[in-house]
């Protein structure tokens, strides 16, 4: 069992060892940043309750749209929420 030790000043300054399971992994470099900046994407996900055949329909219009599930579904209910 580990003895108690003082707390002073060194040993509350001292650096903090990083779990090997904490770390990045070594084998990949951080992708370039584009010079143009993308628009901020908007992070709010929206889920549903759906017949499997309502599921699909949605896929596909989000697809022909080209847009994420999340986004046809909030443009669907900013569209709702206007009338």
């Given at each position: 069992m580990a003895k108690p030790?003082?707390?002073t000043v060194d040993v509350m300054?001292?650096?903090q060892a990083s779990p090997?399971?904490?770390l990045p992994s070594r084998g990949f470099a951080e992708p370039p940043q584009n010079k143009l900046q993308a628009a901020p994407k908007n992070d709010?996900?929206?889920?549903?309750r759906c017949s499997k055949?309502?599921?699909k329909e949605v896929k596909r219009a989000a697809v022909e749209?080209?847009?994420?599930?999340s986004e046809l579904m909030l443009v669907c209910f900013?569209?709702?929420?206007?009338?």
């Open positions: 030790s003082a707390l300054n001292a650096p090997i399971g904490g709010a996900l929206v889920q549903i055949a309502v599921a749209a080209e847009m994420t599930i900013h569209t709702y929420m206007k009338k």
